[in-house]
């Protein structure tokens, strides 16, 4: 097995980590890890480990993932999942499952790809990141006991009430300019949870799907839905996509969420593709 180190995020998997850490000891000798309660403790862990680790693994969720990547884009370290968040979509994105077993022989096997990351007005994101109600949505998520059910009820609580933001392109994509729902920037294909908002996005073809979603009538919600979770959202009166490698536009709120994690970014935006700037094993 090559060099490798575990990054946990004890708040994921409804703070259960102890059964990894367990397995892990019963099947990898003295194991390399740490139990990480905050970005900065991460960053000095793989800062620390960086010249003796060939492979960083990340437990946790996408937001756990986006910031053990943060630190190793761009260099010859490679990333690893076990995927212990809420949505999983990155993990899912990158067959990777909650089985150590299966990502033991992962490791043994060493095959790596590079894939594309992209970033929002200089900050990195891995997966799915997006401004409006989605954004809201993370923002009231992270004040519940977060979990799938909990996601859905806090998601119809806030399109009940959400109104619309208001957009402005740079030049060539001035026609789009308008009031939307949310615009999500995807890099791959999910949210998580399978909720495909992007089916064709691809993270390794240089470009990001940029989905413009108007508010829909509440009645179209389920059709919505269906579709998403299906992979079977295309253009429509509702949705729109621009595949680009880089974008600006101005936006009258601050809202964000990156990978799944609330955030507050000013306008106006810029959106960049960093291609094939991640190693991943696979």
Sequence with gaps: MQNVAFIINPFSAKKN??????????????????????????????????????????????????????TIINTTKVLAIFPAGSGNGFSNENNFSGNLDALLQKLKSGQVKEIDTFTVNGKL?????????????????????????NYIRTSIRTFLNYKPISVRFEEKFREFDGKYLMINIAN?????????????????????????????????????????????LVPNQYIHYLSVPEIEFAVDSDIWHLDGEFNRIESPVKIKVLPKSLKILI
């Design 17 to 70: 980590y102890q059964p990894f850490i367990r397995e892990l000891r019963s099947k990898v000798e003295d194991p390399l890890y740490l139990i990480s309660d905050s970005v900065r403790g991460t960053d000095d862990f793989i800062k620390e480990h960086f010249n003796e680790v060939d492979v960083f693994v990340a437990v946790g969720g996408d937001g756990t993932i986006s910031t053990v990547a943060k």
């Design 125 to 149: 994101s891995i997966n799915v990141s997006g401004i409006g109600f989605d954004g809201a949505v993370i923002e009231a998520f992270e004040k519940t006991s977060r979990g799938f059910s």
């Design 188 to 232: 791959t294909r999910q949210f998580g949870n399978n909720a495909y908002i992007a089916p064709l996005a691809s993270k390794s073809d240089g470009l990001v799907e940029i989905a413009l979603v108007k508010k829909f009538p509440l009645a179209h919600s389920p059709i919505f839905a269906y579709r998403m979770f299906t992979k079977k």
